[in-house]
Protein backbone atom coordinates (compact mmCIF):
# COMPACT_ATOMS: atom_id res chain seq x y z
CA UNK A 1 0.00 0.00 0.00
CA UNK A 2 1.31 3.37 -0.81
CA UNK A 3 1.65 5.32 2.50
CA UNK A 4 1.93 9.35 2.86
CA UNK A 5 2.84 10.55 5.59
CA UNK A 6 2.97 13.75 7.33
CA UNK A 7 5.10 15.06 9.95
CA UNK A 8 2.55 16.74 12.43
CA UNK A 9 -1.01 16.18 12.22
CA UNK A 10 -1.60 19.42 14.92
CA UNK A 11 0.42 22.37 14.95
CA UNK A 12 0.46 25.78 16.62
CA UNK A 13 2.85 28.79 15.97
CA UNK A 14 2.98 32.31 16.31
CA UNK A 15 2.75 34.89 13.80
CA UNK A 16 5.98 35.69 12.10
CA UNK A 17 7.42 32.10 12.57
CA UNK A 18 8.97 30.01 9.95
CA UNK A 19 7.17 26.72 9.58
CA UNK A 20 8.05 23.79 7.71
CA UNK A 21 6.09 21.14 7.28
CA UNK A 22 6.98 17.73 6.25
CA UNK A 23 5.64 15.06 3.58
CA UNK A 24 7.03 11.34 3.24
CA UNK A 25 5.91 8.78 0.54
CA UNK A 26 7.47 5.35 0.79
CA UNK A 27 6.27 3.88 -2.99
CA UNK A 28 8.97 6.08 -5.52
CA UNK A 29 6.25 8.20 -6.78
CA UNK A 30 7.45 10.92 -8.94
CA UNK A 31 4.93 13.32 -8.47
CA UNK A 32 3.93 15.14 -4.73
CA UNK A 33 1.64 18.25 -4.26
CA UNK A 34 0.85 20.56 -1.46
CA UNK A 35 -2.32 21.34 -1.04
CA UNK A 36 -4.44 23.58 1.53
CA UNK A 37 -8.61 22.92 2.63
CA UNK A 38 -10.38 25.74 3.86
CA UNK A 39 -13.99 25.37 4.85
CA UNK A 40 -16.41 26.33 1.18
CA UNK A 41 -13.36 26.65 -0.76
CA UNK A 42 -12.05 23.29 -0.96
CA UNK A 43 -8.78 21.74 -1.84
CA UNK A 44 -6.30 24.57 -3.83
CA UNK A 45 -3.34 23.57 -4.89
CA UNK A 46 0.25 25.55 -3.57
CA UNK A 47 2.48 24.05 -5.23
CA UNK A 48 3.83 20.43 -6.83
CA UNK A 49 7.24 18.71 -7.94
CA UNK A 50 6.92 16.56 -10.42
CA UNK A 51 10.70 15.07 -10.48
CA UNK A 52 13.66 15.97 -6.87
CA UNK A 53 14.35 19.59 -7.12
CA UNK A 54 11.50 20.28 -9.67
CA UNK A 55 8.73 22.68 -8.52
CA UNK A 56 5.98 24.27 -10.39
CA UNK A 57 3.57 26.92 -8.75
CA UNK A 58 -0.02 25.59 -7.89
CA UNK A 59 -2.92 28.32 -7.39
CA UNK A 60 -2.01 30.13 -4.38
CA UNK A 61 1.44 30.07 -3.81
CA UNK A 62 1.77 33.45 -2.27
CA UNK A 63 3.22 33.35 0.96
CA UNK A 64 4.85 29.33 0.46
CA UNK A 65 7.90 28.01 -0.71
CA UNK A 66 9.15 24.19 -0.96
CA UNK A 67 11.28 21.99 -0.83
CA UNK A 68 11.86 18.59 -3.06
CA UNK A 69 15.87 17.29 -2.33
CA UNK A 70 15.09 13.72 -2.45
CA UNK A 71 12.59 11.86 -4.36
CA UNK A 72 10.41 10.79 -1.52
CA UNK A 73 10.21 14.08 0.47
CA UNK A 74 8.28 17.16 -0.36
CA UNK A 75 8.82 20.42 2.41
CA UNK A 76 6.15 23.36 2.31
CA UNK A 77 7.64 25.76 3.74
CA UNK A 78 6.03 28.94 5.22
CA UNK A 79 9.02 31.71 5.69
CA UNK A 80 6.62 33.81 7.92
CA UNK A 81 3.30 32.37 9.41
CA UNK A 82 0.47 35.26 9.45
CA UNK A 83 -2.96 33.80 11.12
CA UNK A 84 -4.40 33.83 7.21
CA UNK A 85 -2.57 30.73 6.73
CA UNK A 86 -4.48 28.92 9.65
CA UNK A 87 -5.73 26.11 7.82
CA UNK A 88 -5.24 22.07 7.00
CA UNK A 89 -2.64 21.48 4.95
CA UNK A 90 -2.57 18.05 2.50
CA UNK A 91 0.17 16.35 0.93
CA UNK A 92 -0.35 13.86 -1.90
CA UNK A 93 1.78 11.90 -4.22
CA UNK A 94 1.18 10.07 -7.67
CA UNK A 95 2.80 7.99 -10.33
CA UNK A 96 3.94 9.94 -13.58
CA UNK A 97 3.07 7.78 -16.53
CA UNK A 98 1.26 8.03 -19.92
CA UNK A 99 -2.13 7.47 -18.74
CA UNK A 100 -4.66 10.81 -18.40
CA UNK A 101 -0.77 12.41 -18.79
CA UNK A 102 1.67 13.29 -15.77
CA UNK A 103 -1.66 14.67 -13.83
CA UNK A 104 -4.10 12.35 -14.60
CA UNK A 105 -2.72 9.43 -12.08
CA UNK A 106 -4.40 8.63 -9.09
CA UNK A 107 -3.20 10.73 -6.11
CA UNK A 108 -2.32 9.34 -2.62
CA UNK A 109 -3.31 11.87 0.39
CA UNK A 110 -1.54 12.11 3.49
CA UNK A 111 -3.81 12.49 6.58
CA UNK A 112 -2.83 16.45 6.75
CA UNK A 113 -1.91 18.82 9.48
CA UNK A 114 -3.77 21.15 10.92
CA UNK A 115 -1.88 24.34 11.55
CA UNK A 116 -3.11 26.97 13.54
CA UNK A 117 -1.43 30.37 13.59
CA UNK A 118 -2.02 32.62 16.57
CA UNK B 1 -17.30 31.01 -10.96
CA UNK B 2 -15.61 27.77 -9.75
CA UNK B 3 -14.55 25.25 -12.54
CA UNK B 4 -16.15 22.62 -10.67
CA UNK B 5 -19.51 22.43 -9.18
CA UNK B 6 -20.80 19.99 -6.94
CA UNK B 7 -24.72 19.43 -5.85
CA UNK B 8 -25.92 18.83 -3.24
CA UNK B 9 -24.06 20.43 -0.85
CA UNK B 10 -25.41 18.64 2.25
CA UNK B 11 -27.27 15.25 2.12
CA UNK B 12 -28.75 13.25 5.08
CA UNK B 13 -30.28 9.81 3.55
CA UNK B 14 -31.67 6.72 5.81
CA UNK B 15 -29.89 3.91 6.08
CA UNK B 16 -30.34 1.41 2.58
CA UNK B 17 -31.03 4.43 0.27
CA UNK B 18 -29.74 5.22 -2.82
CA UNK B 19 -27.85 8.22 -3.47
CA UNK B 20 -26.62 10.32 -6.18
CA UNK B 21 -23.84 13.03 -5.80
CA UNK B 22 -23.27 15.28 -9.02
CA UNK B 23 -19.95 17.03 -10.70
CA UNK B 24 -20.34 19.68 -13.62
CA UNK B 25 -16.78 21.04 -14.92
CA UNK B 26 -16.76 23.97 -17.40
CA UNK B 27 -12.87 23.26 -18.44
CA UNK B 28 -11.51 20.17 -20.85
CA UNK B 29 -10.32 17.41 -18.67
CA UNK B 30 -8.32 14.30 -19.02
CA UNK B 31 -9.38 13.20 -15.72
CA UNK B 32 -12.03 13.33 -13.13
CA UNK B 33 -11.37 11.92 -9.52
CA UNK B 34 -13.83 11.11 -6.63
CA UNK B 35 -12.52 12.00 -3.36
CA UNK B 36 -13.38 10.50 -0.02
CA UNK B 37 -12.87 12.04 2.97
CA UNK B 38 -14.18 11.12 6.58
CA UNK B 39 -14.41 13.68 9.34
CA UNK B 40 -11.28 14.20 10.84
CA UNK B 41 -8.92 11.65 8.68
CA UNK B 42 -7.12 11.83 5.12
CA UNK B 43 -8.33 11.71 1.52
CA UNK B 44 -9.22 8.57 -0.15
CA UNK B 45 -9.23 8.65 -3.66
CA UNK B 46 -12.24 6.44 -5.42
CA UNK B 47 -11.90 6.86 -8.63
CA UNK B 48 -10.23 7.85 -11.54
CA UNK B 49 -12.33 8.44 -14.78
CA UNK B 50 -11.51 9.55 -18.42
CA UNK B 51 -14.75 7.98 -20.02
CA UNK B 52 -17.83 5.76 -19.03
CA UNK B 53 -18.20 4.16 -16.20
CA UNK B 54 -16.52 2.25 -12.93
CA UNK B 55 -17.81 0.48 -10.22
CA UNK B 56 -16.13 -0.62 -6.87
CA UNK B 57 -18.36 -2.62 -4.56
CA UNK B 58 -21.30 -0.41 -3.87
CA UNK B 59 -19.89 2.62 -5.55
CA UNK B 60 -20.85 3.49 -9.12
CA UNK B 61 -19.19 6.03 -11.21
CA UNK B 62 -20.03 7.33 -14.22
CA UNK B 63 -19.00 10.33 -16.62
CA UNK B 64 -20.43 12.32 -19.66
CA UNK B 65 -17.38 14.21 -21.65
CA UNK B 66 -19.76 15.34 -24.32
CA UNK B 67 -22.21 16.86 -21.36
CA UNK B 68 -19.28 17.52 -18.81
CA UNK B 69 -20.74 15.92 -16.03
CA UNK B 70 -20.06 13.00 -13.63
CA UNK B 71 -22.14 11.16 -11.03
CA UNK B 72 -21.14 9.66 -8.09
CA UNK B 73 -24.04 6.23 -6.75
CA UNK B 74 -24.20 4.63 -3.01
CA UNK B 75 -26.20 1.75 -3.70
CA UNK B 76 -27.81 0.14 0.15
CA UNK B 77 -26.07 3.39 2.10
CA UNK B 78 -24.72 2.55 5.43
CA UNK B 79 -23.70 5.07 8.16
CA UNK B 80 -19.81 4.34 7.49
CA UNK B 81 -20.62 6.28 3.93
CA UNK B 82 -20.90 9.15 5.64
CA UNK B 83 -17.65 11.26 4.74
CA UNK B 84 -16.90 14.17 2.06
CA UNK B 85 -17.12 13.69 -1.31
CA UNK B 86 -15.34 15.41 -3.15
CA UNK B 87 -14.91 15.58 -7.23
CA UNK B 88 -11.61 16.74 -8.88
CA UNK B 89 -10.48 17.37 -12.52
CA UNK B 90 -7.57 17.30 -14.31
CA UNK B 91 -7.35 20.03 -16.79
CA UNK B 92 -6.33 18.77 -20.55
CA UNK B 93 -4.00 21.34 -21.00
CA UNK B 94 -1.28 22.54 -18.87
CA UNK B 95 -0.85 21.32 -15.12
CA UNK B 96 -4.18 22.49 -13.56
CA UNK B 97 -6.51 20.42 -10.96
CA UNK B 98 -10.09 21.87 -9.66
CA UNK B 99 -11.51 20.73 -7.06
CA UNK B 100 -15.10 20.88 -6.20
CA UNK B 101 -16.08 22.10 -2.76
CA UNK B 102 -17.50 18.57 -1.42
CA UNK B 103 -20.74 17.20 -0.34
CA UNK B 104 -21.37 16.34 3.03
CA UNK B 105 -23.17 13.17 3.14
CA UNK B 106 -24.68 11.55 6.71
CA UNK B 107 -26.50 8.52 6.42
CA UNK B 108 -28.84 7.82 9.50
CA UNK B 109 -28.98 4.56 10.58
Known amino acids: DVKVTQSSRYLVKRTGEKVFLECVQDMDHENMFWYRQDPGLGLRLIYF???????EKGDIPEGYSVSREKKERFSLILESASTNQTSMYLCASSLSGLAGGRWGNEQFFGPGTRLTVL | KNEVEQSPQNLTAQEGEFITINCSYSVGISALHWLQQHPGGGIVSLFMLSSGKKKHGRLIATINIQEKHSSLHITASHPRDSAVYICAVRRNTGNQFYFGTGTSLTVIP
Open chain 1, 49 to 55: SYDVKMK
